[in-house]
């Protein structure tokens, strides 16, 4: 198994701001994505983060918006940039040793993130 | 679009009683894993179940896979009120070389003690 951390766990920051999260894990794992889930919904992947190159985005995120950096196989971060109250959601990290299949995934416990 | 499709939505229980959960998916999978969800919480993996297998057991929870269906089954056992929680389907929805998980809307169980 792997253990996920997150920080921040919860932050309340200004429309226009921008914050950046991040997400270690306490094991090499080979794969490592960040979500978003908004109240009461399910999880949509934003990216999967790729070590020592760009990340690749799902549909409907942008890297200007969303960049992410692995600079290391157990450690990324994601930032939220230019932030309006839509972007309020829990931001979740994951890692999984797959390889080349999307196996079992270990989650961090989230940042929540409220945007006034 | 959602691949996986949990139902019932929602469901409320006795404690000691079973609890089932359904998930729907639409393409060919690889594998298909459960996940629990306590509030405010991050997830937590349950079980894995590949495409060649038909029904996995891991101490209360017992899942079954129907590939010819696009279905899957999650059931508990004896439940216990520590079992609320969120319970999300998820199925490798591999394009490609990527692998990522899809995850479906999720179920609510509450355990009445």
């Known amino acids: 198994s792997a253990v996920i951390s997150q920080k921040p766990s919860r932050d309340i920051c200004q429309r226009g701001t921008s914050l950046t999260i991040q997400c270690q894990v306490d094991?090499?794992?080979?794969?490592m994505f960040w979500y978003r889930q908004q109240p009461g919904q399910s999880l949509t992947l934003i990216a999967t983060a790729n070590q020592g190159s760009e990340a690749t985005y799902e549909s409907g995120f942008v890297i200007d918006k969303f960049p992410i950096s692995r600079p290391n196989l157990t450690f990324s971060t994601l930032t939220v940039s230019n932030m309006s109250p839509e972007d309020s959601s829990i931001y979740l990290c994951?890692?999984?040793?797959?390889?080349?299949?999307?196996?079992?995934?270990?989650f961090g416990p989230g940042t929540r993130l409220t945007v006034l | 679009s959602q691949q996986g499709e949990e139902d019932p939505q929602a469901l409320s229980i006795q404690e000691g009683e079973n609890a089932t959960m359904n998930c729907s998916y639409k393409t060919s999978i690889n594998n298909l894993q459960w996940y629990r969800q306590n509030s405010g919480r991050g997830l937590v993996h349950l079980i894995l179940?590949?495409?060649?297998?038909r029904e996995k057991h891991s101490g209360r929870l017992r899942v079954t896979l129907d590939t010819s269906k696009k279905s899957s089954s999650l059931l508990i056992t004896a439940s216990r009120a520590a079992d609320t929680a969120s319970y999300f389907c998820?199925?490798?929805?591999?394009?490609?070389?990527?692998?990522?998980?899809?995850f479906g809307k999720g179920i609510t169980l509450s355990v009445r003690p």
């Open positions: 994951s890692g999984g040793k797959g390889v080349g299949t999307a196996d079992t995934q270990y």
């Open positions: 094991s090499q794992v080979t794969m």
């Open positions: 179940i590949r495409s060649n297998e």
């Open positions: 998820a199925t490798d929805a591999r394009t490609g070389a990527n692998s990522k998980l899809t």
